[in-house]
């Protein structure tokens, strides 16, 4: 359904008109399209509609995106859970973007769903709570939020043409439909391709933008993919490649945020793979990252193994130990049970007794 519509920019018109302060939350861990749609609005609200406005990361993001940061305006939450909290309770204009409800803000979902602002989301997952938005635009047939927040900006008064936002607003606008998108190699619609153009006929410097996001990384993870190549991942007879990364694997090659990126898609160019597992190992749990070739639901098997959710093709969630296997030596086992499962088309089951 589309809900970019003139009705909804009226709403967004007057919200933006009666708002003082304003909050812009993304989701846990944020990507580049988390980071790049925070930017582009935290730029447009400050520069184009002269607000305060603070945007909040819940969890540090990859290094390669720090060259998108502006020095101020950002509060990292982990880092100042009080700051960011009194943040959330002092603005009256809330958005939450890439990000299907307050739940995946993490630490911040309890200040998110007590706070008394007007609440707008621009997010492309599936199952929005939109009922809890004063405003949604809500729409899975699109790129990324980094795509849908530039047809929400473009049909804004005065806007129109890309070339009418400063290119604080654009650049970070292209990154996260660049990283989104993989580089235009998953999720890609008509629109996608006209909004690359647009943005590079406004003057977008796409070459130095994919220089910054993929030639920038540390050494490390170059070695920890030969590894994950090497010896982390394994084929199931199902066609199932899976990989888990400890903790112990990240010290040895200094893993950091963002190191990992796009690991998970790696098995999905070998031909007999049609469905990738990606775990990282955190305090308590793993962190879940799933893909798929078109034909197989990553986000169904997030769903009912995983805790999680997600697009059709790409999705992720969670494996807690001891609450969903008894411990951690289990994940490669639990992981193989359940994909065995889900290839046969059976829903993967959560006994975990049964491993």
């Not at 609200?45 to 406005?53: E, K, S």
């Not at 939450?96 to 621009?122: F, H, I, Q, T, W």
């Not at 943005?199 to 070695?223: C, K, P, T, W």
């Not at 065995?340 to 006994?351: G, H, Y």
Request: charged content about 25%; glycine content about 8%.
């Amino acid at each position: 359904m589309k809900t970019v519509t003139p009705a909804r920019i009226r709403r967004l018109e007057a919200l933006l008109s009666d708002a003082r302060r304003v909050c812009i939350v993304v989701h846990t861990h944020p990507d580049g399209d988390a980071v790049g749609s925070g930017v582009a609005l935290l730029a447009y609200l400050r520069g184009c509609q002269g607000l305060a406005v603070d945007l909040l990361l819940p969890d540090p993001a990859a290094s390669v995106l720090d060259f998108l940061l502006p020095e101020n305006g950002v509060t990292l939450a982990s880092a100042d859970p009080a700051g960011a909290v009194s943040r959330i309770a002092g603005c009256d204009l809330l958005f939450c973007l890439d990000m299907n409800g307050p739940g995946r803000a993490g630490d911040l979902e309890a200040a998110l769903r007590a706070s008394a602002a007007r609440k707008v989301l621009v997010d492309h997952h599936p199952n929005p709570e939109a009922d809890w938005f004063d405003l949604a635009f809500s729409e899975t047939e699109v790129s990324s939020a980094s795509e849908l927040l530039y047809r929400v900006l473009l049909a804004l008064p005065g806007v129109g043409r890309a070339d009418r936002l400063p290119m604080e607003v654009l650049t970070p606008l292209m990154a996260g439909m660049t990283t989104d998108t993989n580089n235009f190699a998953n999720s890609v619609f008509p629109s996608t391709l006209r909004m690359a153009s647009e943005l590079l006929a406004a003057g977008v410097d796409r070459d130095a933008l994919l220089d910054a996001l993929f030639n920038s990384y540390g050494e490390s993870r170059f070695r920890a993919m030969g590894c994950f190549l090497d010896r982390l991942m394994h084929i199931t007879p199902d066609g199932v490649a899976y990989a888990i990364l400890d903790r112990r694997t990240q010290a040895e090659f200094g893993i950091r945020e963002g190191d990992t990126e796009g690991f998970v898609n790696l098995p999905l160019g070998i031909g007999r793979v049609r469905l990738s597992v990606f775990l990282r190992e955190d305090e308590g749990h793993f962190r879940v990252s799933v893909r798929s070739k078109r034909g197989v639901a990553a986000n169904r098997l997030a769903a009912e193994a995983f805790h999680g959710g997600g697009h059709a093709c790409a999705a992720g969630g969670k494996l807690h130990f001891p609450q969903d296997i008894p411990d951690r030596e289990l994940a490669a086992q639990y992981v193989e049970t359940v994909t065995a499962r889900f290839m046969r088309n059976e829903a993967p089951s959560q006994d975990t007794d049964r491993i």
